[in-house]
């Protein structure tokens, strides 16, 4: 168990859609970042929050957006979804400072209908 | 943007075999990760190599690190069914802030 807490686990809605994706990361660690992992872009960095202040973006949709709480919890909101929305949504933390692996939740698995 | 080729996207080896994968990536970074992820599951951190010539040793994966050459290897010796799954090299990038994921090498080891 990575200490990061990922849900829900799965989410199937339909096309034009909205969801929000929540992550609690492990205790202590400051920083959060999103993945969205498909089978035809492998794992693809979206966006890192530190301290609740967005500190990196990736490849990551106008149609997405996140935001990390003060109890550094953190959500990802997906809208007008799309059929190649589908995917596996990992978040992952880090604690402050450098030369940390990210500690991978579970995921959430979106299916788009 | 920051590159990183993982080769070969397959393997599959038999039992008892070795075999290396390699990650090659295209900044200067010191800093390289190799991550496990088996079928469903999340990623699990396997090796965190921080500086030239490191060398890490789980069971039967080692992990190296050549900064000069941009090169990282996971070399699995004798391997075994229950090694099967994807692994993932990743970059951190210079400002600490990202980190840049290779394609995956899928590995089934055939008993």
């Known amino acids: 168990d990575s200490g990061v807490t990922q849900t829900p686990k799965h989410l199937i809605t339909a096309t034009g859609q909205r969801v929000t994706l929540r992550c609690s990361p492990r205790s202590g660690d400051l920083s959060v970042y999103w993945y969205q992992q498909s089978l035809d872009q492998g794992l693809q960095f979206l966006i890192q929050?530190?301290?609740?202040?967005?500190?990196a973006k990736g490849n990551i949709l106008e149609r997405f957006s996140a935001q990390q709480f003060p109890d550094l919890h953190s959500e990802l909101n997906l809208s007008s979804l799309e059929l190649g929305d589908s995917a596996l949504y990992f978040c992952?933390?880090?604690?402050?400072?450098?030369?940390?692996?990210?500690?991978f939740g579970n995921g959430t698995r979106l299916t788009v209908t | 943007e920051l590159k990183v080729e993982q080769n070969p996207l397959f393997l599959s080896m038999q039992e008892g075999k070795n075999y290396t994968i390699y990650c090659n990536y295209s900044?200067?970074?010191?800093?390289l990760y190799w991550y496990r992820q088996d079928p469903g599951k999340s990623l699990e951190s396997l090796f965190v190599l921080l500086s030239n010539g490191a060398v890490k040793q789980e069971g039967r994966l080692m992990a190296s690190l050549d900064t000069k050459a941009r090169l990282s290897t996971l070399h699995i010796t004798a391997a075994v069914h229950d090694l099967s799954a994807t692994y993932f090299c990743?970059?951190?990038?210079?400002?600490?802030?990202?980190?840049?994921f290779g394609t995956g090498t899928s590995l089934t080891v055939i008993p």
């Open positions: 929050y530190y301290n609740g202040e967005e500190r």
């Open positions: 990743a970059v951190e990038g210079d400002t600490g802030n990202q980190f840049y």
């Open positions: 900044t200067t970074s010191d800093r």
């Open positions: 992952a933390s880090s604690p402050a400072g450098q030369f940390s692996p990210l500690h």
